[in-house]
């Protein structure tokens, strides 16, 4: 009788590891990459800051009020990390740096001169991307 009353919660868990095994195949794993940015001659005035701008969503798709405010560890250095979703290894990344007012998003900033900066995502080591005014 003992063996009966564990066969029956051990045959329910079984059933339930194999529904979710079936239902597996349509699971979506997210995941992300980050990368650390770094902005060298960033020489600001009190108001504002340097933010970076690129072609992802994290980054603001070129719009520089959704841009992402950058630390500065050491003036004139900016330097922050930003996670991207569902990026692959291998997929590159177009950014700038941007000088912004931090109260006015809308005002216009100063970007880094042309051409682009791009990054290339990877797992490991972490892509560090460096940018200069």
């Known amino acids: ?3 009966i009353h564990y066969l029956l919660p051990l045959s329910a868990l079984l059933l339930a590891i194999l529904s979710a095994a079936n239902a597996g ?3 979506q794993i997210e995941y992300f ?5 770094t ?3 960033g020489h600001t005035k009190p108001g504002y800051s340097v933010f970076i701008s690129g072609s992802r969503p994290e980054l603001g798709n070129w719009d520089p009020s959704k841009a ?8 004139p250095t900016w330097s922050g990390r ?3 979703k569902n990026v692959k290894p291998g997929d590159t990344l177009e950014w700038k740096c941007i000088i912004r007012n931090e109260k006015d998003p809308l005002e216009k900033p100063q970007w880094q001169p042309d051409p682009d900066n791009q990054v290339t995502f990877a797992f490991s080591p972490e892509p560090q ?3 200069t005014f």
């Open 1 to 3: 009788m003992l063996r």
């Open 25 to 27: 195949q349509n699971v």
């Open 33 to 37: 990459l980050n990368v650390s940015f």
């Open 39 to 41: 902005c060298h001659n």
């Open 68 to 75: 992402v405010l950058l630390k500065n560890p050491g003036h």
């Open 82 to 84: 930003v996670q991207f």
């Open 129 to 131: 991307a460096v940018g």
